[in-house]
């Protein structure tokens, strides 16, 4: 199964220059965690509630900073024709719960979930598995020292 097959279609996303509060309301209105950000439609980087909160709440930036002050530029991008297996492998193996979907001139054409993978029968196990990757960092980064 191809990642075209199961990834959402109409993603919203925003821009560097827009404020982590109008991210933040993106957000809300589409109940995610996590935006891309793009220009002319091409992904620069991505911004989750997370960043917001430790890049900007916890270090006393107000509403106003920009997006682009607080994204992650480090972004990991898969084809609508990647096979499902491999997409679930590059979000373990870079600790990711989403994948931008970008055609073949960069463009975000839609976005793949762990969650996404495991709606499907075949990739159930697959989506745990990489969930439990994921996860482990994750888990081990929290321990209460």
């Known amino acids: 199964m191809k990642v075209k097959d199961l990834m959402t279609a109409n993603v919203s996303c925003c821009q ?3 404020t982590i509060q109008r991210a933040a ?4 209105s589409v109940n995610c965690g996590s935006l891309p950000v793009c220009e002319n439609q091409r992904v620069v980087g991505i ?17 106003h900073t920009k ?6 530029r480090k972004v ?27 055609d073949t001139s960069g463009r975000l054409v839609g976005i793949l979930a762990i969650g996404d993978l495991a709606t499907v029968d075949i990739h159930v196990n697959e989506a745990g598995d990489a969930l439990s990757r994921i996860s482990e960092r994750t888990q081990s980064q929290s321990a209460v020292h």
């Open 16 to 18: 560097p220059n827009d």
């Open 25 to 28: 309301q993106l957000m809300q």
């Open 47 to 63: 911004i989750t509630d997370r960043d917001i909160v430790l890049k900007a709440v916890a270090a006393g930036k107000d509403v």
């Open 67 to 72: 997006v682009s002050d607080c994204m992650s």
């Open 76 to 102: 990991i991008t898969c084809s609508p024709d990647t096979d499902a297996h491999e997409a679930a492998d590059l979000m373990a193996q870079h600790q990711i719960r989403r994948l931008p979907v970008v």
